[in-house]
Protein backbone atom coordinates (compact mmCIF):
# COMPACT_ATOMS: atom_id res chain seq x y z
CA UNK A 1 0.00 0.00 0.00
CA UNK A 2 2.57 2.25 1.18
CA UNK A 3 4.41 2.20 -2.27
CA UNK A 4 1.37 3.04 -4.11
CA UNK A 5 1.08 6.13 -2.67
CA UNK A 6 4.11 7.24 -4.25
CA UNK A 7 3.55 5.58 -7.75
CA UNK A 8 5.14 6.75 -10.58
CA UNK A 9 1.61 7.54 -12.47
CA UNK A 10 0.10 9.74 -9.58
CA UNK A 11 3.51 11.85 -9.71
CA UNK A 12 2.92 12.01 -13.40
CA UNK A 13 -1.03 13.17 -12.54
CA UNK A 14 -0.48 14.99 -10.02
CA UNK A 15 2.50 17.13 -11.30
CA UNK A 16 -0.11 17.52 -14.62
CA UNK A 17 -3.08 18.94 -12.17
CA UNK A 18 -0.76 21.14 -10.51
CA UNK A 19 0.59 23.08 -13.76
CA UNK A 20 -2.90 23.08 -14.83
CA UNK A 21 -4.17 24.26 -11.19
CA UNK A 22 -1.67 27.13 -11.39
CA UNK A 23 -2.86 28.36 -14.46
CA UNK A 24 -6.34 27.81 -13.47
CA UNK A 25 -5.97 29.84 -10.62
CA UNK A 26 -3.95 32.76 -11.71
CA UNK A 27 -6.69 34.97 -13.45
CA UNK A 28 -8.32 34.44 -10.63
CA UNK A 29 -6.03 35.59 -8.12
CA UNK A 30 -4.51 38.22 -10.45
CA UNK A 31 -7.88 39.20 -10.91
CA UNK A 32 -8.54 39.84 -7.32
CA UNK A 33 -5.39 41.89 -6.48
CA UNK A 34 -5.70 44.08 -9.27
CA UNK A 35 -8.50 45.18 -8.44
CA UNK A 36 -6.89 46.62 -5.19
CA UNK A 37 -4.24 48.67 -7.45
CA UNK A 38 -4.74 51.81 -8.64
CA UNK A 39 -5.13 52.53 -12.15
CA UNK A 40 -2.11 54.90 -11.91
CA UNK A 41 0.05 52.04 -11.19
CA UNK A 42 -1.23 49.67 -13.02
CA UNK A 43 -0.72 51.62 -16.41
CA UNK A 44 2.26 52.92 -15.63
CA UNK A 45 4.55 50.94 -13.64
CA UNK A 46 4.71 47.92 -15.69
CA UNK A 47 4.12 44.00 -15.00
CA UNK A 48 3.90 43.68 -11.16
CA UNK A 49 1.62 40.93 -8.81
CA UNK A 50 0.92 42.47 -6.02
CA UNK A 51 0.29 46.16 -5.29
CA UNK A 52 3.06 48.31 -4.35
CA UNK A 53 -0.18 50.34 -2.80
CA UNK A 54 -3.10 48.62 -1.78
CA UNK A 55 -6.00 50.76 -2.44
CA UNK A 56 -10.16 50.17 -2.55
CA UNK A 57 -10.94 53.55 -4.54
CA UNK A 58 -11.84 50.85 -7.11
CA UNK A 59 -14.48 49.50 -4.84
CA UNK A 60 -15.87 52.76 -3.08
CA UNK A 61 -16.24 54.79 -6.10
CA UNK A 62 -18.44 51.90 -7.70
CA UNK A 63 -20.56 51.23 -4.86
CA UNK A 64 -20.95 54.81 -3.68
CA UNK A 65 -22.99 57.73 -5.00
CA UNK A 66 -22.41 55.90 -8.78
CA UNK A 67 -25.46 57.04 -11.11
CA UNK A 68 -24.04 55.99 -14.97
CA UNK A 69 -23.00 52.92 -13.45
CA UNK A 70 -24.86 51.75 -10.30
CA UNK A 71 -23.23 48.51 -9.46
CA UNK A 72 -24.80 48.22 -5.65
CA UNK A 73 -28.16 48.71 -7.29
CA UNK A 74 -27.77 46.01 -10.22
CA UNK A 75 -25.81 43.53 -7.23
CA UNK A 76 -29.36 44.21 -5.43
CA UNK A 77 -31.31 43.28 -9.16
CA UNK A 78 -29.28 39.90 -9.65
CA UNK A 79 -29.73 39.19 -5.95
CA UNK A 80 -33.92 39.44 -6.13
CA UNK A 81 -34.28 38.03 -9.51
CA UNK A 82 -31.99 34.83 -8.86
CA UNK A 83 -33.83 34.12 -5.65
CA UNK A 84 -37.34 34.80 -6.94
CA UNK A 85 -36.13 32.56 -10.36
CA UNK A 86 -34.95 29.91 -7.52
CA UNK A 87 -38.26 30.23 -5.78
CA UNK A 88 -40.29 30.19 -9.26
CA UNK A 89 -38.54 26.96 -10.32
CA UNK A 90 -38.51 24.95 -7.46
CA UNK A 91 -42.42 25.37 -6.52
CA UNK A 92 -43.01 24.38 -10.22
CA UNK A 93 -40.83 22.03 -11.43
CA UNK A 94 -41.73 19.72 -8.13
CA UNK A 95 -45.21 19.90 -8.54
CA UNK A 96 -44.85 18.98 -12.38
CA UNK A 97 -42.38 15.99 -11.54
CA UNK A 98 -44.21 14.62 -8.87
CA UNK A 99 -47.65 14.27 -11.04
CA UNK A 100 -45.19 13.03 -14.24
CA UNK A 101 -42.95 10.71 -12.11
CA UNK A 102 -45.89 9.43 -9.34
CA UNK A 103 -49.52 9.98 -10.39
CA UNK A 104 -51.87 8.24 -12.90
CA UNK A 105 -53.83 10.21 -15.19
CA UNK A 106 -54.93 10.13 -18.88
CA UNK A 107 -52.30 11.64 -21.45
CA UNK A 108 -49.43 11.74 -18.96
CA UNK A 109 -46.94 9.93 -20.36
CA UNK A 110 -47.72 12.05 -24.24
CA UNK A 111 -47.63 15.19 -22.27
CA UNK A 112 -44.22 14.25 -20.78
CA UNK A 113 -43.08 12.97 -23.82
CA UNK A 114 -43.97 16.26 -25.60
CA UNK A 115 -41.56 18.61 -23.56
CA UNK A 116 -39.23 15.98 -23.70
CA UNK A 117 -38.77 16.12 -27.31
CA UNK A 118 -39.32 20.00 -27.42
CA UNK A 119 -35.45 19.72 -25.63
CA UNK A 120 -34.41 19.36 -28.62
CA UNK A 121 -35.36 23.08 -30.26
CA UNK A 122 -32.71 25.15 -29.69
CA UNK A 123 -34.27 28.33 -27.71
CA UNK A 124 -32.06 30.80 -29.98
CA UNK A 125 -35.02 31.06 -32.13
CA UNK A 126 -37.19 31.82 -29.46
CA UNK A 127 -35.27 34.85 -28.53
CA UNK A 128 -36.98 37.72 -30.14
CA UNK A 129 -40.90 36.38 -30.24
CA UNK A 130 -40.44 35.92 -26.34
CA UNK A 131 -39.40 39.73 -26.38
CA UNK A 132 -42.33 40.25 -27.92
CA UNK A 133 -44.41 38.59 -25.65
CA UNK A 134 -42.71 39.92 -22.28
CA UNK A 135 -43.08 42.99 -24.22
CA UNK A 136 -46.88 42.62 -24.55
CA UNK A 137 -47.03 41.85 -21.02
CA UNK A 138 -45.61 45.16 -20.43
CA UNK A 139 -42.71 43.04 -18.58
CA UNK A 140 -39.40 44.79 -20.19
CA UNK A 141 -37.36 46.52 -17.68
CA UNK A 142 -39.41 44.56 -15.08
CA UNK A 143 -38.23 41.70 -12.64
CA UNK A 144 -40.64 39.63 -14.08
CA UNK A 145 -38.65 39.43 -17.56
CA UNK A 146 -35.85 37.69 -15.63
CA UNK A 147 -38.03 35.66 -13.78
CA UNK A 148 -40.85 34.08 -15.03
CA UNK A 149 -39.48 33.12 -19.37
CA UNK A 150 -36.79 30.34 -17.98
CA UNK A 151 -39.17 28.66 -15.19
CA UNK A 152 -40.71 27.09 -18.78
CA UNK A 153 -37.74 24.77 -18.84
CA UNK A 154 -37.79 21.22 -18.98
CA UNK A 155 -34.49 19.53 -17.93
CA UNK A 156 -34.95 20.33 -14.19
CA UNK A 157 -38.36 18.64 -14.38
CA UNK A 158 -37.09 15.83 -16.42
CA UNK A 159 -33.95 15.33 -13.10
CA UNK A 160 -36.78 15.80 -10.51
CA UNK A 161 -39.15 13.12 -12.03
CA UNK A 162 -36.17 10.57 -12.70
CA UNK A 163 -35.48 11.02 -8.82
CA UNK A 164 -38.80 11.14 -7.70
CA UNK A 165 -39.80 7.75 -9.87
CA UNK A 166 -37.32 6.00 -8.01
CA UNK A 167 -39.22 6.48 -4.46
CA UNK A 168 -40.85 3.34 -3.87
CA UNK A 169 -44.69 3.52 -4.46
CA UNK A 170 -44.99 1.81 -1.19
CA UNK A 171 -44.53 4.34 0.60
CA UNK A 172 -47.48 6.49 -0.82
CA UNK A 173 -49.32 3.27 -0.52
CA UNK A 174 -49.02 3.36 3.16
CA UNK A 175 -49.69 6.70 3.31
CA UNK A 176 -52.94 6.27 1.10
CA UNK A 177 -54.00 3.62 3.67
CA UNK A 178 -53.54 5.98 6.34
CA UNK A 179 -56.07 8.22 4.69
CA UNK A 180 -53.31 10.72 3.01
CA UNK A 181 -54.46 12.42 -0.43
CA UNK A 182 -52.13 13.38 -3.26
CA UNK A 183 -51.65 16.75 -1.85
CA UNK A 184 -50.26 15.65 1.57
CA UNK A 185 -48.45 12.75 0.14
CA UNK A 186 -46.51 15.22 -2.04
CA UNK A 187 -45.72 18.13 0.92
CA UNK A 188 -45.27 15.35 3.70
CA UNK A 189 -43.43 12.02 1.83
CA UNK A 190 -42.19 12.96 -1.62
CA UNK A 191 -41.07 16.32 -1.20
CA UNK A 192 -38.56 15.67 1.84
CA UNK A 193 -37.46 12.98 0.31
CA UNK A 194 -36.86 14.98 -2.87
CA UNK A 195 -34.54 17.38 -0.96
CA UNK A 196 -30.93 16.10 -2.78
CA UNK A 197 -32.66 16.47 -6.12
CA UNK A 198 -34.62 20.26 -5.35
CA UNK A 199 -30.85 21.31 -3.93
CA UNK A 200 -29.12 20.65 -6.78
CA UNK A 201 -32.05 22.47 -8.88
CA UNK A 202 -31.99 24.85 -6.79
CA UNK A 203 -28.25 25.79 -7.41
CA UNK A 204 -28.31 25.91 -10.36
CA UNK A 205 -30.85 27.81 -11.05
CA UNK A 206 -29.76 30.30 -8.89
CA UNK A 207 -26.29 30.57 -10.44
CA UNK A 208 -27.86 30.21 -14.09
CA UNK A 209 -29.94 33.48 -13.50
CA UNK A 210 -27.21 35.31 -11.71
CA UNK A 211 -24.91 34.65 -14.63
CA UNK A 212 -27.22 34.82 -17.88
CA UNK A 213 -26.44 37.41 -19.88
CA UNK A 214 -27.78 38.15 -23.17
CA UNK A 215 -31.93 38.06 -22.59
CA UNK A 216 -31.01 40.74 -19.27
CA UNK A 217 -29.31 42.98 -21.81
CA UNK A 218 -32.47 42.36 -24.16
CA UNK A 219 -35.24 43.38 -21.63
CA UNK A 220 -33.48 45.73 -19.30
CA UNK A 221 -32.23 48.93 -21.44
CA UNK A 222 -33.26 51.07 -18.29
CA UNK A 223 -29.64 51.54 -16.76
CA UNK A 224 -31.02 51.02 -12.69
CA UNK A 225 -32.97 48.26 -13.52
CA UNK A 226 -30.14 45.69 -15.19
CA UNK A 227 -28.70 42.65 -13.78
CA UNK A 228 -25.38 42.65 -12.88
CA UNK A 229 -23.98 40.29 -15.65
CA UNK A 230 -25.62 42.46 -18.48
CA UNK A 231 -24.23 45.70 -16.45
CA UNK A 232 -20.89 44.58 -16.67
CA UNK A 233 -20.91 45.50 -20.09
CA UNK A 234 -22.13 49.09 -19.54
CA UNK A 235 -19.21 49.10 -17.71
CA UNK A 236 -16.40 47.75 -19.67
CA UNK A 237 -17.43 50.27 -22.28
CA UNK A 238 -17.75 53.28 -19.71
CA UNK A 239 -14.21 52.99 -18.38
CA UNK A 240 -11.99 51.42 -20.92
CA UNK A 241 -9.46 53.43 -19.36
CA UNK A 242 -9.68 52.45 -16.35
CA UNK A 243 -9.05 48.54 -15.97
CA UNK A 244 -8.85 48.08 -12.69
CA UNK A 245 -12.04 49.76 -12.09
CA UNK A 246 -13.50 47.15 -14.32
CA UNK A 247 -12.05 44.30 -12.49
CA UNK A 248 -13.31 45.67 -9.43
CA UNK A 249 -16.72 45.02 -10.90
CA UNK A 250 -16.06 41.71 -12.16
CA UNK A 251 -15.26 40.86 -8.64
CA UNK A 252 -18.12 42.26 -6.92
CA UNK A 253 -19.85 40.13 -9.61
CA UNK A 254 -18.43 37.05 -9.07
CA UNK A 255 -18.66 36.66 -5.24
CA UNK A 256 -21.74 35.45 -4.56
CA UNK A 257 -21.55 32.44 -6.80
CA UNK A 258 -18.35 31.87 -5.50
CA UNK A 259 -19.85 31.90 -2.09
CA UNK A 260 -21.87 29.66 -2.80
CA UNK A 261 -19.69 27.48 -4.09
CA UNK A 262 -17.61 27.62 -1.17
CA UNK A 263 -20.72 26.43 1.29
CA UNK A 264 -22.32 23.96 -1.24
CA UNK A 265 -19.67 22.85 -3.21
CA UNK A 266 -20.64 18.86 -2.08
CA UNK A 267 -24.00 19.63 -4.61
CA UNK A 268 -22.73 21.17 -7.59
CA UNK A 269 -19.80 18.62 -8.20
CA UNK A 270 -22.12 15.66 -7.13
CA UNK A 271 -25.33 17.27 -9.60
CA UNK A 272 -23.29 16.76 -12.71
CA UNK A 273 -22.98 12.78 -12.33
CA UNK A 274 -26.22 12.51 -11.19
CA UNK A 275 -27.38 14.10 -14.34
CA UNK A 276 -24.92 12.58 -16.25
CA UNK A 277 -25.89 9.33 -15.05
CA UNK A 278 -29.49 9.34 -15.89
CA UNK A 279 -28.40 10.87 -19.67
CA UNK A 280 -25.71 8.20 -20.19
CA UNK B 1 -31.70 9.86 -23.65
CA UNK B 2 -34.25 6.74 -23.70
CA UNK B 3 -36.94 7.71 -20.92
CA UNK B 4 -38.24 4.79 -19.64
CA UNK B 5 -41.80 5.80 -18.92
CA UNK B 6 -43.57 2.73 -19.17
CA UNK B 7 -41.51 0.89 -17.18
CA UNK B 8 -43.12 3.39 -13.91
CA UNK B 9 -46.84 2.81 -14.35
CA UNK B 10 -48.05 3.35 -10.35
CA UNK B 11 -49.96 0.84 -8.67
CA UNK B 12 -52.69 2.91 -7.98
CA UNK B 13 -55.13 1.66 -10.79
CA UNK B 14 -57.33 -0.16 -8.43
CA UNK B 15 -58.44 2.83 -5.87
CA UNK B 16 -58.67 5.51 -8.68
CA UNK B 17 -61.19 3.56 -11.07
CA UNK B 18 -63.64 3.97 -8.18
CA UNK B 19 -64.03 7.45 -8.84
CA UNK B 20 -66.69 8.17 -11.41
CA UNK B 21 -65.52 11.67 -12.26
CA UNK B 22 -62.15 12.72 -13.55
CA UNK B 23 -59.22 13.34 -11.13
CA UNK B 24 -58.38 16.67 -11.88
CA UNK B 25 -55.50 17.21 -8.79
CA UNK B 26 -52.96 16.10 -11.59
CA UNK B 27 -53.63 18.79 -13.91
CA UNK B 28 -53.35 21.07 -10.75
CA UNK B 29 -49.92 20.13 -10.55
CA UNK B 30 -48.67 20.30 -13.97
CA UNK B 31 -50.63 23.72 -15.17
CA UNK B 32 -47.83 26.21 -13.67
CA UNK B 33 -45.65 24.80 -15.52
CA UNK B 34 -47.92 24.35 -18.51
CA UNK B 35 -49.04 27.77 -18.68
CA UNK B 36 -45.23 29.15 -18.31
CA UNK B 37 -43.80 26.47 -21.09
CA UNK B 38 -46.71 27.03 -23.55
CA UNK B 39 -46.57 31.31 -23.32
CA UNK B 40 -42.63 31.42 -22.85
CA UNK B 41 -41.52 28.49 -24.63
CA UNK B 42 -43.84 27.22 -27.71
CA UNK B 43 -45.94 29.95 -28.26
CA UNK B 44 -42.30 32.03 -29.00
CA UNK B 45 -41.14 29.26 -30.66
CA UNK B 46 -44.17 28.81 -33.80
CA UNK B 47 -43.93 32.87 -33.38
CA UNK B 48 -40.26 33.06 -34.34
CA UNK B 49 -40.76 31.03 -37.67
CA UNK B 50 -43.40 32.75 -38.29
CA UNK B 51 -41.65 36.18 -38.07
CA UNK B 52 -39.21 35.25 -40.30
CA UNK B 53 -41.51 35.70 -43.09
CA UNK B 54 -42.63 38.70 -42.73
CA UNK B 55 -40.80 42.33 -42.79
CA UNK B 56 -41.04 43.28 -39.03
CA UNK B 57 -39.58 45.62 -36.90
CA UNK B 58 -40.47 44.75 -33.41
CA UNK B 59 -43.29 47.16 -33.08
CA UNK B 60 -45.76 47.68 -35.71
CA UNK B 61 -47.49 45.50 -37.92
CA UNK B 62 -46.00 42.20 -39.50
CA UNK B 63 -46.43 42.58 -43.27
CA UNK B 64 -45.64 38.72 -44.58
CA UNK B 65 -43.21 38.61 -47.24
CA UNK B 66 -42.81 35.05 -47.62
CA UNK B 67 -39.31 33.56 -48.60
CA UNK B 68 -37.90 36.97 -49.07
CA UNK B 69 -35.32 36.92 -45.90
CA UNK B 70 -33.89 33.56 -46.40
CA UNK B 71 -33.26 34.86 -50.00
CA UNK B 72 -31.79 37.78 -49.38
CA UNK B 73 -29.13 36.62 -46.45
CA UNK B 74 -28.89 33.12 -48.31
CA UNK B 75 -28.58 34.47 -51.80
CA UNK B 76 -28.67 38.20 -53.17
CA UNK B 77 -24.97 39.11 -52.99
CA UNK B 78 -25.34 42.54 -53.39
CA UNK B 79 -27.15 42.84 -49.59
CA UNK B 80 -25.43 43.69 -46.66
CA UNK B 81 -27.79 41.12 -44.77
CA UNK B 82 -26.20 38.55 -46.95
CA UNK B 83 -22.58 39.49 -45.95
CA UNK B 84 -22.97 40.05 -42.57
CA UNK B 85 -25.04 36.42 -42.05
CA UNK B 86 -22.48 34.25 -44.15
CA UNK B 87 -19.44 36.30 -42.24
CA UNK B 88 -21.39 35.62 -39.09
CA UNK B 89 -22.10 32.01 -39.54
CA UNK B 90 -18.65 31.52 -40.82
CA UNK B 91 -17.04 32.70 -37.34
CA UNK B 92 -19.71 31.06 -35.50
CA UNK B 93 -18.56 27.79 -37.25
CA UNK B 94 -14.91 28.44 -37.13
CA UNK B 95 -15.29 28.53 -33.38
CA UNK B 96 -17.28 25.66 -32.54
CA UNK B 97 -14.40 23.43 -34.84
CA UNK B 98 -11.78 25.25 -32.58
CA UNK B 99 -13.53 25.23 -29.27
CA UNK B 100 -15.19 21.52 -29.14
CA UNK B 101 -12.51 19.52 -29.24
CA UNK B 102 -10.73 21.22 -26.78
CA UNK B 103 -13.63 21.29 -24.52
CA UNK B 104 -13.88 17.75 -24.89
CA UNK B 105 -10.04 16.59 -24.87
CA UNK B 106 -8.70 18.91 -21.90
CA UNK B 107 -11.43 17.98 -19.54
CA UNK B 108 -10.75 14.53 -20.36
CA UNK B 109 -7.23 14.67 -19.40
CA UNK B 110 -8.25 16.32 -16.11
CA UNK B 111 -10.38 13.88 -15.35
CA UNK B 112 -8.16 11.14 -16.25
CA UNK B 113 -5.20 12.69 -13.89
CA UNK B 114 -7.65 13.06 -11.14
CA UNK B 115 -8.45 9.36 -11.54
CA UNK B 116 -5.25 8.59 -10.05
CA UNK B 117 -6.52 10.05 -7.19
CA UNK B 118 -3.02 11.94 -6.47
CA UNK B 119 -2.85 13.98 -3.64
CA UNK B 120 -4.83 17.20 -3.49
CA UNK B 121 -7.06 15.84 -6.24
CA UNK B 122 -10.34 17.38 -4.25
CA UNK B 123 -8.93 20.92 -4.60
CA UNK B 124 -7.90 20.91 -7.77
CA UNK B 125 -11.39 19.32 -8.70
CA UNK B 126 -12.79 22.43 -7.07
CA UNK B 127 -10.35 24.61 -8.34
CA UNK B 128 -10.85 23.41 -12.52
CA UNK B 129 -14.65 23.50 -11.96
CA UNK B 130 -15.09 26.91 -10.38
CA UNK B 131 -14.81 28.83 -13.57
CA UNK B 132 -18.10 27.48 -14.57
CA UNK B 133 -20.17 28.93 -11.94
CA UNK B 134 -18.64 32.70 -12.86
CA UNK B 135 -20.87 34.53 -15.37
CA UNK B 136 -19.17 35.43 -18.90
CA UNK B 137 -19.04 39.02 -18.42
CA UNK B 138 -16.86 38.70 -15.54
CA UNK B 139 -14.73 36.22 -16.83
CA UNK B 140 -14.13 38.23 -20.07
CA UNK B 141 -13.18 41.24 -18.28
CA UNK B 142 -10.80 39.30 -15.54
CA UNK B 143 -9.45 37.57 -19.17
CA UNK B 144 -9.36 40.86 -21.29
CA UNK B 145 -6.80 42.55 -18.50
CA UNK B 146 -4.79 39.06 -18.89
CA UNK B 147 -4.23 39.16 -22.44
CA UNK B 148 -3.28 42.96 -22.41
CA UNK B 149 -0.34 43.71 -24.22
CA UNK B 150 2.20 45.07 -21.82
CA UNK B 151 -0.04 45.07 -18.27
CA UNK B 152 -0.90 41.16 -19.14
CA UNK B 153 0.66 38.35 -17.23
CA UNK B 154 0.19 36.20 -20.66
CA UNK B 155 2.48 38.40 -22.41
CA UNK B 156 4.76 38.94 -19.61
CA UNK B 157 4.95 35.66 -19.09
CA UNK B 158 5.84 34.68 -22.44
CA UNK B 159 8.16 37.65 -22.97
CA UNK B 160 6.14 38.85 -26.01
CA UNK B 161 3.92 41.64 -26.59
CA UNK B 162 1.74 39.88 -28.62
CA UNK B 163 -1.64 42.34 -29.53
CA UNK B 164 -4.13 38.93 -28.77
CA UNK B 165 -7.61 40.80 -29.37
CA UNK B 166 -6.91 42.80 -32.11
CA UNK B 167 -4.72 40.46 -34.26
CA UNK B 168 -5.44 37.16 -35.86
CA UNK B 169 -4.84 34.19 -35.23
CA UNK B 170 -4.34 35.26 -31.68
CA UNK B 171 -7.65 36.73 -31.51
CA UNK B 172 -9.42 33.10 -31.72
CA UNK B 173 -6.89 31.58 -29.54
CA UNK B 174 -7.39 34.26 -27.00
CA UNK B 175 -11.08 33.21 -27.38
CA UNK B 176 -11.16 29.78 -27.10
CA UNK B 177 -8.37 30.18 -24.20
CA UNK B 178 -11.49 31.92 -22.32
CA UNK B 179 -13.99 29.52 -23.49
CA UNK B 180 -11.85 26.34 -22.30
CA UNK B 181 -11.15 28.07 -19.25
CA UNK B 182 -14.60 29.21 -18.20
CA UNK B 183 -16.62 25.81 -19.03
CA UNK B 184 -14.78 22.68 -18.93
CA UNK B 185 -15.54 22.02 -15.25
CA UNK B 186 -19.48 20.33 -16.12
CA UNK B 187 -17.53 17.88 -18.73
CA UNK B 188 -14.79 17.40 -16.66
CA UNK B 189 -16.94 16.14 -13.32
CA UNK B 190 -19.00 13.91 -16.08
CA UNK B 191 -15.99 11.91 -17.13
CA UNK B 192 -14.61 11.53 -13.74
CA UNK B 193 -18.10 9.93 -12.74
CA UNK B 194 -17.80 7.78 -15.92
CA UNK B 195 -14.12 6.80 -15.19
CA UNK B 196 -14.87 5.87 -11.94
CA UNK B 197 -17.87 3.75 -12.90
CA UNK B 198 -15.31 1.31 -15.30
CA UNK B 199 -14.14 -1.98 -13.56
CA UNK B 200 -10.50 -2.00 -12.34
CA UNK B 201 -10.57 -6.33 -13.92
CA UNK B 202 -10.16 -4.88 -16.78
CA UNK B 203 -7.40 -2.81 -16.52
CA UNK B 204 -6.39 -5.67 -14.58
CA UNK B 205 -6.47 -8.07 -16.91
CA UNK B 206 -5.04 -5.30 -19.52
CA UNK B 207 -1.69 -5.37 -17.32
CA UNK B 208 -1.66 -9.17 -17.31
CA UNK B 209 -1.54 -8.56 -21.20
CA UNK B 210 1.05 -6.38 -21.02
CA UNK B 211 -0.67 -3.28 -22.51
CA UNK B 212 0.57 -0.23 -21.84
CA UNK B 213 -0.93 3.18 -20.64
CA UNK B 214 -1.67 4.28 -23.70
CA UNK B 215 -3.50 1.25 -25.27
CA UNK B 216 -5.17 0.77 -21.60
CA UNK B 217 -6.23 4.30 -22.02
CA UNK B 218 -7.55 3.82 -26.24
CA UNK B 219 -8.66 -0.27 -25.76
CA UNK B 220 -10.76 0.33 -22.39
CA UNK B 221 -10.93 3.64 -21.14
CA UNK B 222 -12.38 5.67 -24.20
CA UNK B 223 -14.84 2.75 -25.39
CA UNK B 224 -16.18 2.18 -21.41
CA UNK B 225 -17.08 6.19 -21.68
CA UNK B 226 -18.39 6.35 -25.30
CA UNK B 227 -21.67 7.53 -23.86
CA UNK B 228 -20.68 10.39 -21.97
CA UNK B 229 -18.27 11.40 -24.52
CA UNK B 230 -21.29 11.42 -27.09
CA UNK B 231 -23.12 12.92 -24.30
CA UNK B 232 -20.73 16.01 -23.64
CA UNK B 233 -20.02 16.77 -27.47
CA UNK B 234 -23.50 17.26 -27.95
CA UNK B 235 -24.25 19.17 -25.30
CA UNK B 236 -21.00 20.95 -26.11
CA UNK B 237 -21.61 21.99 -29.15
CA UNK B 238 -24.86 23.14 -29.01
CA UNK B 239 -23.31 25.37 -26.17
CA UNK B 240 -20.76 26.70 -28.42
CA UNK B 241 -23.15 27.35 -31.37
CA UNK B 242 -24.52 29.88 -28.56
CA UNK B 243 -21.74 31.96 -28.27
CA UNK B 244 -21.83 35.33 -27.87
CA UNK B 245 -20.04 36.86 -24.52
CA UNK B 246 -16.37 36.52 -25.35
CA UNK B 247 -16.22 38.20 -28.83
CA UNK B 248 -18.58 40.77 -28.15
CA UNK B 249 -16.48 41.94 -25.01
CA UNK B 250 -13.12 40.82 -25.83
CA UNK B 251 -12.82 41.15 -29.11
CA UNK B 252 -15.45 43.05 -30.19
CA UNK B 253 -15.77 41.21 -33.13
CA UNK B 254 -12.47 42.27 -34.84
CA UNK B 255 -9.85 42.89 -36.51
CA UNK B 256 -12.15 43.66 -38.93
CA UNK B 257 -15.46 41.51 -38.38
CA UNK B 258 -13.29 38.28 -38.53
CA UNK B 259 -14.55 36.66 -34.86
CA UNK B 260 -18.10 38.46 -35.40
CA UNK B 261 -20.37 35.51 -34.60
CA UNK B 262 -23.95 35.61 -35.61
CA UNK B 263 -25.68 35.85 -32.80
CA UNK B 264 -23.83 39.46 -32.64
CA UNK B 265 -25.61 39.88 -36.14
CA UNK B 266 -28.88 38.64 -34.71
CA UNK B 267 -29.41 40.80 -31.44
CA UNK B 268 -27.56 43.86 -33.41
CA UNK B 269 -30.35 43.34 -35.91
CA UNK B 270 -33.49 42.80 -33.55
CA UNK B 271 -32.44 44.80 -30.42
CA UNK B 272 -29.74 47.05 -31.28
CA UNK B 273 -29.51 50.54 -32.03
CA UNK B 274 -31.89 52.11 -35.09
CA UNK B 275 -34.60 50.40 -36.55
CA UNK B 276 -35.17 47.10 -35.84
CA UNK B 277 -35.27 44.46 -38.42
CA UNK B 278 -36.53 41.61 -36.40
CA UNK B 279 -38.28 39.80 -39.60
CA UNK B 280 -34.13 39.34 -41.10
CA UNK B 281 -32.68 38.94 -37.59
CA UNK B 282 -35.32 36.12 -37.21
CA UNK B 283 -34.55 34.17 -40.42
CA UNK B 284 -30.96 33.95 -39.36
CA UNK B 285 -31.40 32.62 -36.20
CA UNK B 286 -33.68 30.34 -37.92
CA UNK B 287 -30.91 29.14 -39.65
CA UNK B 288 -28.39 28.83 -37.03
CA UNK B 289 -31.19 27.07 -35.07
CA UNK B 290 -31.47 24.38 -38.00
CA UNK B 291 -27.85 23.93 -37.91
CA UNK B 292 -27.39 23.34 -34.21
CA UNK B 293 -30.28 20.65 -34.78
CA UNK B 294 -28.53 19.05 -37.87
CA UNK B 295 -25.21 19.18 -36.11
CA UNK B 296 -25.95 17.25 -33.02
CA UNK B 297 -28.42 15.10 -34.95
CA UNK B 298 -25.10 14.17 -37.27
CA UNK B 299 -23.16 13.67 -34.11
CA UNK B 300 -25.40 11.41 -32.34
CA UNK B 301 -26.12 9.10 -35.11
CA UNK B 302 -22.13 9.05 -36.27
CA UNK B 303 -20.90 8.71 -32.58
CA UNK B 304 -23.81 6.19 -31.80
CA UNK B 305 -22.95 3.45 -34.83
CA UNK B 306 -19.22 3.33 -34.64
CA UNK B 307 -18.48 0.43 -33.21
Redesign the interface.
Known sequence: MKSKLLSFPKLVAFLFLLLMAVIWIIPLIWGAVTSFKTDMEFQTMGFKLLPVQWVTTNYTSLLVDNYSTPLLHWFFNSLFISVAHTLLVLIVVSFAGFAYGRMRFKGRNAIFLFLMATMMFPGVVNLIPLYKIVDSLGWVNTYWAAVVPGAAGVFNIFLVRQFMVNIPLEVDEAARIDGAGDFQIFFRIVLPLSRPILMVVALFSFTGSWNDFLWPSIVFNDIERMTITSGLQLLQGMYTGEPTLQMAGAIVAIIPTFILYLFAQKYFLQSMSLSAGIKG | ?E?P??S??????I??SKRKS??W??????T???V??G???????L???Y?SFTSWD?VGKANFVGLANYKEILFQKDSSFYTQFHNGLKNTFIFVILSVPCCIVVPL??A???N??????K?????????S??????????????F?V????VN?LLGKSILWTSTQPYAWAAIVIVTV?WCI??NM??Y???LNGISKDYYEAAEIDGAS?IQKFFKITLPSIR??IL?TVVITT?AQ??I??QP??LTGGGPIDSTRVL?MD??QN??GSGQSI?GI??AM??I??LC??IV?LIQFLFLRNRD
Do not use: D
Request: no cysteine.
Open positions: MVVKMEPKMKERVNTPWFFIPHLIFLFFLVPIFGIILLLSALAKPRFHLFQSIFYMPLFSISAVVIIWTLMNNQGPNWGGIIQAASGQYIFNYGLMLIQAFAASAFLGIMS
